[in-house]
């Protein structure tokens, strides 16, 4: 089974990708039934994948204390599910009061964001689409300064920064970069309301497919 395959959605005719090599991406917001498998995605990661994403070869109490410590009613979540309804992606865009990150912006509030990707599901732009959910976000909800933290050697997040156009600072083998988002508009407003509820149906219906597999599988074993 290919990459490719397992992204393939009921919905790419209202969501063209770049190409048969590129299938559309949908980002769904996560919330708390969402934990466990947050959980196993972050634990799935190997060993280098772990140290990029959380900046240390964190062990998984580490991690399983992170995924429990998210608060869900402060920060976003954003999560990409394949066909076979595994979550493969996952960013979390956390916010903070603005001295917190000693901002220039005059807005109450900046955030950060971080992402992973499962090895199965890269080179499919899933980290860049995160971001620029996250992004979209940011701007319909009063916030322009929108910072990542990393690995300097961590050449996917380097390169969403790159690709998002934003300022990087690099000191002893990290990373700063932050980006100013313009304001909102009617259109992102519209585009963060639409791709929300495509993620959903699409969640909906992988969710569903699921369940149905497993009942024909007990009537089968039955």
């Known amino acids: 089974m290919t990459k490719l395959n397992l992204f393939r959605n009921p919905f790419k005719r209202w969501f063209p990708g770049d190409g048969e090599s590129r299938p559309t991406v949908l980002v769904k917001e996560l919330a708390e039934r969402d934990r466990r498998r947050m959980l196993r995605h972050f634990l799935a990661l190997e060993r280098p994948d772990r140290l990029l994403r959380f900046g240390s070869h964190a062990p998984d109490q580490q991690v ?3 995924v429990y410590g998210i608060d869900f009613a402060r920060d976003m979540v954003f999560g990409v599910y394949n066909r076979l309804f595994k979550l493969v992606a996952v960013g979390h865009l956390a916010f903070a009061p ?3 990150k000693n ?4 807005k109450e509030r ?5 992402v992973s990707v499962s090895k199965s599901a890269r080179g499919l732009g899933i980290g860049s689409k995160l971001f620029e959910r996250a992004a979209i976000h940011c701007r319909n909800n009063d916030v322009d300064t929108l910072y990542m933290h990393c690995l300097s050697s961590n050449q996917t997040m380097m390169h969403i920064a790159k690709k998002a156009g934003m300022q990087i600072q690099r000191d002893h083998g990290e990373a700063d970069a932050y980006l100013t988002l313009p304001a909102p508009s009617p259109v992102t407003m519209l585009q963060e309301a639409v791709e929300e509820q495509f993620a959903t149906l699409d969640y909906a219906l992988k969710a569903n497919t699921r369940a ?4 024909l599988d007990k009537i089968k074993n039955d």
């Open 212 to 215: 149905a597999a497993k009942w």
């Open 64 to 66: 399983t204390n992170y």
């Open 103 to 106: 901002s220039l912006t005059e």
């Open 98 to 100: 603005r001295e917190a």
């Open 110 to 114: 900046v955030a950060e964001f971080g």
